[in-house]
């Protein structure tokens, strides 16, 4: 009745979350054009006023660890402006060996706008990860991209004395690689992250960029945003690209000092109020 089970077997692999979403928006009246959901991600696409899309990006699984793959596909084009999100912030757990996988495609085309806005990653102590965000632009299209980084819940006293992080920028324009971004932490991220030529006692991190053809041009109002940040920032200009970055010891003030910025600068660029995604708020 019961089969024998030699103790030195090795255990049954466990069954790995490997999921994808796709959403593709095309045209001044940001028609869905694609819309492709594989479990444990959703999209979700709460009504706006005046035709303006919030796309939600959703892990119903709560979280990833080791050995999990989600990939994440944005594509905006013919005119289109989307403003995309996740509905929380992202837990990586505990790996027992394998790295979790996290993809995103941003594909940016024809006059089009794409707001890449989610929420956090949270790293706990042993987690994994390796994140790469792939962006294709053309010559006349604009992008936002954020993504930011909390090493451990400093709330509940967790440090990060054994993990791993590897992310992964790569931006091209009409196919031409003009900027890749690396950063790469990993065994006791804890005593790493006190070294000054890395994060100087940072917890918190984040990135964002603005592609667009006049992007230079809002080089010294954003310096002049950032220093209002109320966290360390800086700005840093490529041809039609501006690079921002956060730095912050505390996740709640890196969170208000991200927050303060793309309101004003998001408010700037379309010069009218801009609000952040209400998913933020939740």
């Not at 939600?56 to 596909?73: C, E, K, M, Q």
């Amino acid at each position: 009745m019961y089969a024998d089970i030699s103790q030195s077997d090795p255990p049954t692999p466990l069954q790995r979350l490997n999921g994808a979403a796709r959403v593709s928006f095309q045209g001044a009246e940001n028609r869905l054009i694609e819309l492709y959901q594989a479990n444990p991600c959703r999209v979700l696409l709460p009504r706006r006023h005046q035709g303006a899309v919030e796309a939600v990006l959703l892990n119903t699984a709560g979280g990833i660890t080791d050995g999990d793959h989600l990939r994440y596909s944005l594509t905006a084009t013919d005119g289109a402006h989307i403003t995309a999100t996740t509905q929380a912030a992202e837990k990586v757990y505990r790996s027992r060996g394998g790295d979790s996988h996290v993809h995103s495609q941003l594909t940016v085309t024809e006059g089009a706008f794409l707001e890449w806005l989610p929420q956090e990653t949270i790293l706990f102590n042993g987690a994994a990860l390796a994140r790469k965000t792939d962006m294709d632009v053309d010559g006349v299209s604009k992008l936002i991209a954020l993504d930011w980084l909390v090493l451990g819940r400093r709330a509940s006293g967790e440090l990060l004395t054994d993990a791993a992080m590897h992310d992964r920028w790569r931006l091209r324009r009409d196919g031409k690689l003009i900027w890749a971004d690396d950063f790469r932490l990993r065994g006791n991220i804890e005593e790493l992250a006190q070294r000054k030529s890395l994060l100087d006692g940072a917890c918190a991190v984040a990135t964002m960029i603005y592609v667009a053809a006049n992007a230079g041009e809002y080089l010294e109002p954003v310096r002049g945003l950032l220093k209002r940040a109320g966290c360390r920032a800086g700005v840093s200009a490529r041809p039609g690209l501006l690079i921002c970055r956060f730095l912050s010891p505390d996740a709640m003030a890196l969170r208000r000092g991200v927050e303060n910025f793309l309101l004003a600068f998001r408010s700037a660029l379309h010069e009218r109020h801009c609000p952040l995604p209400r998913v933020w708020a939740c």
